[in-house]
């Protein structure tokens, strides 16, 4: 129902992203909400070029704490707590999880291996200590980390996340406004004479395309490298598909919507050169 609900379900389960598209490198309790920011090409760490300072930054104290966990005090983890870890905060670090993905993998690889030779009993045991309650939160859990080699490269692009966190906001409340402001006008009876504010309605149109463009943009950026959360990467995601199948669909697609909207475009034309239709008795009002 509230865009607070899915944060705080991001915290829970993407903290990363979380911390990216609020800007949090550095993770504090009562931590602020960054209202308005903008990122300046310096590099915050020197081995991460996703990591960029703040050139400017106004911030609401304690709003993201409260936002993410509903508690004005809590801790939030920021981008390095996750990747270096945070023993204060039983935070794991992201070598450890790595460490822990390998251990998973090594298992699963083994079971295969064992059921491919015909090796029963063997991978019976392994299938037993792989489905293990302990095993499955301690090591299984963290399975895509295996893949990793880098834990740098869980990083998304801050300043990509942040902006497109941001606008989408921005735009989400200011529809919020005009729809009020459009509601009020029309119990009033007043906003066909309100020709400004009919201007303005146009130029919204396209806000709210790009304010959906935005929330995709946060969605895939901000989950990087994960296709699913903490057990598969992208790059652990072969497809088969050829490069040159991908190529034609892309085509194809490109072709047909592009021929689509010509025909759209012409039709509207031709409507409005028409115009609207007059009804008998009526032409000469």
Do not use: C
Request: proline share 4%; no cysteine; charged share 20%.
């Amino acid at each position: 129902m509230t865009g607070d609900s899915s944060a705080r379900d991001i915290a829970h389960h993407q903290p990363m992203k979380f911390a990216a598209f609020e800007g949090l490198y550095n993770g504090t309790e009562g931590a602020g909400l960054i209202a308005l920011g903008v990122i300046s090409q310096t590099e915050n760490d020197p081995s991460n070029e996703n990591l960029k300072d703040f050139a400017v930054k106004v911030e609401i104290p304690n709003i993201l704490s409260y936002m993410a966990f509903l508690n004005w005090n809590a801790f939030v983890p920021g981008i390095n707590d996750i990747v270096r870890g945070n023993e204060k905060y039983g935070v794991m670090s992201a070598t450890e999880k790595i460490t822990r993905g390998r251990v998973a993998i090594e298992k699963l690889t083994l079971y295969k291996d064992a059921r491919k030779s015909g090796q029963t009993a063997k991978a019976d045991s392994l299938k037993t200590e792989i489905m293990n309650p302990d095993f499955q939160k301690n090591y299984f859990s963290y399975f895509g980390y295996g893949y990793i080699s880098n834990p740098h490269t869980l990083v998304p692009s801050v300043a990509m996340s942040f902006y497109s966190f941001h606008i989408m906001v921005v735009l989400g409340m200011y529809f919020i406004f005009f729809f009020l402001a459009a509601l009020f006008y029309t119990l009033k009876g007043k906003i066909h004479k309100k020709r400004t504010f009919l201007r303005i309605a146009i130029f919204t149109i396209p806000l709210a395309y790009i304010a959906s463009q935005a929330g995709w943009v946060l969605t895939e950026v901000g989950r990087q490298p994960w296709i699913i959360q903490d057990l598969m990467p992208t790059m652990a995601a072969v497809t088969k598909i050829s490069t040159g199948a991908v190529q034609v669909t892309f085509w194809l697609f490109a072709i047909i919507f592009t021929t689509l909207l010509i025909a759209e475009v012409k039709i509207m034309m031709r409507q409005i050169k028409i115009g609207p239709k007059q009804e008998e008795g009526l032409s000469d009002v």
